[in-house]
Nanobody
């Protein structure tokens, strides 16, 4: 059984930083993504990573960095220069398929429970 467990969310002031972690277990996962959902809004893609590359939403490019530690089966999302509009529940997603980074939620098979990120102004 695949499990994705996110951690690292919290409350931070605008301009601050947070690092989210997503620990995976159960099987080898080749592709990971981070998505977020703010109240009243649709879930949106934030960043993705495969063994061959990374991809970012335009709204976070240059501020967020996704990385992975294959030995620990863990993916990270380093978030710098946070803005109030980054406030959302952040979800880790994963797939065993290496088909390239995708912003489509349907491209991922497993999801974590989410972690709240709140950025105050």
């Amino acid at each position: 059984q695949v499990q994705l467990v996110e951690s690292g969310g919290g409350l931070v002031q605008a301009g601050g930083s947070l690092r989210l972690s997503c620990a995976a277990s159960g099987r080898t996962l080749r592709k990971y993504g981070w998505f977020r959902q703010a109240p009243g809004k649709d879930r949106e893609f934030v960043a993705g990573i495969t063994y061959s590359g990374t991809g970012y939403a335009g709204s976070v490019k240059g501020r967020f960095t996704i990385s992975r530690d294959n030995a620990k089966n863990t993916v990270y999302l380093q978030m710098n220069s946070l803005k109030p509009e980054d406030t959302a529940v952040y979800y880790c997603a994963a797939s065993p398929n290496e088909t390239g980074v995708t912003a489509r939620a349907a491209g991922y098979d497993y999801w974590g429970q989410g972690t709240q990120v709140t950025v105050s102004s």
